[in-house]
């Protein structure tokens, strides 16, 4: 059975969920990558790394940068000439747009967000939340190709094989792109929730220091987000020290006292660390549907009745304001920080 991996990246920098799409590929058989872009024989030998038995290159200038009608057409075209069997793609925002584009091309159906795809005879059954991640749908597709998106953390990672490698085959780019990009502007680079295997958030409860005295001159809102921007620099230490992302809840957000792309939530990212830290957070459905399926969840709340505390395997009831300084000293000494 021969499976199609979209390698999604950025200029090089891979979105590390498509290698757990190769590795998904090679449950079924033969993982044939297919990467885009200018330049991109870099991200064509990772991809020989992480499983790929065939890497299909398009490298050309039509394609340096994402456009919807020029990746569709190329993907659909060399899809047509494979035919395989199944068109595997990480979740992003990019990747939502090129399969929903390649399955109208191919007269074919997409599935999205994935949590688990499984062989049935020459069909395949996928398994997604729905419902605010409260149930789980399994779902029967019999079209050809069949396409799906993976969320990001739900499959394993592939070990990679420094050095390994093998024949890189060009296809020509098809379609011409109606729109072109002018440029760029980067925003929060470093946030990449999506990957982390570990995340510290806080929510409105870093505003709540009394013991803190803002400068002079600020009125009552700019003050809640001094001493908020004060509990964040308290968060952010600890994740620095893991080695882990900052996250955030919506109303810590919506109070102005970190930017929307740390928002971890039904409305922001949802997520699935080895490790979350939930520090000042209520623990609304909201949040909890984005962050719910981390494999440890540890929350610091001075409300012993919190909701957070029903989702946590570890709770600390107390002062987030002495419990996140004494943990970030804890683990500084403990990881020789």
Not at 129 to 134: D, R, V
Request: hydrophobic share 40%; aromatic share 8%.
């Amino acid at each position: 059975m021969k499976t199609l991996v979209y390698i999604d990246h950025f200029k090089g920098a891979v979105q590390p969920s498509s290698w757990e799409a190769l590795g998904v590929a090679k449950k079924f058989g033969s993982a044939v990558a297919v990467v885009f872009g200018e330049n991109a024989n870099d991200v064509a030998k990772s991809a020989f790394e992480h499983g790929a038995d065939e890497v299909f290159v398009a490298d050309d200038s039509s394609l340096k940068d994402y456009l919807p009608e020029t990746y569709a057409s190329t993907l659909s075209a060399l899809a047509s000439t494979l035919n395989p069997n199944l068109i595997l793609f990480p979740t992003t925002a990019r990747t939502r747009e090129l399969a929903a584009m390649c399955a109208v091309d191919l007269n074919t159906n997409v599935m999205t967000d994935l949590t688990g795809l499984e062989a049935n005879g020459d069909s395949f059954v996928a398994t997604r939340p729905i419902y605010e991640a409260k149930l789980f749908e399994k779902v029967n597709c019999v079209g050809k190709p069949v396409m799906a998106t993976l969320r990001g953390r739900a499959f394993p990672k592939p070990n990679q094989e420094t050095g390994k490698s093998g024949t890189i085959t060009k296809v020509d780019a098809k379609g011409e792109a109606k729109s072109t990009v002018e440029g760029y502007s980067a925003s929060e680079s470093a946030v990449n929730l999506g990957d982390a295997s570990i995340i510290v958030s806080g929510g409105r409860g870093v505003s709540n220091n009394p013991s803190l005295t803002p400068p002079a001159g600020l009125d009552e809102k700019q003050a809640e987000i001094w001493r908020a921007q004060q509990g964040f620099a308290l968060v952010t230490d600890l994740a620095k020290v893991l080695g882990g992302a900052v996250g955030a809840s919506r109303a810590a957000v919506d109070a102005g006292y970190i930017p929307y792309s740390h928002q971890v939530g039904q409305t922001g990212k949802v997520v699935a660390p080895d490790l979350y830290i939930a520090n000042g957070i209520s623990g609304a459905i909201q949040h909890l549907v984005g962050m719910r399926n981390a494999k440890v969840i540890v929350a610091i709340n001075k409300d012993a009745d919190a909701p957070i505390f029903k989702a946590a395997r570890y709770g600390v009831v107390g002062d987030l304001f002495e419990i996140v300084p004494a943990l970030t000293e804890a683990f500084k000494k403990k990881l020789g920080k």
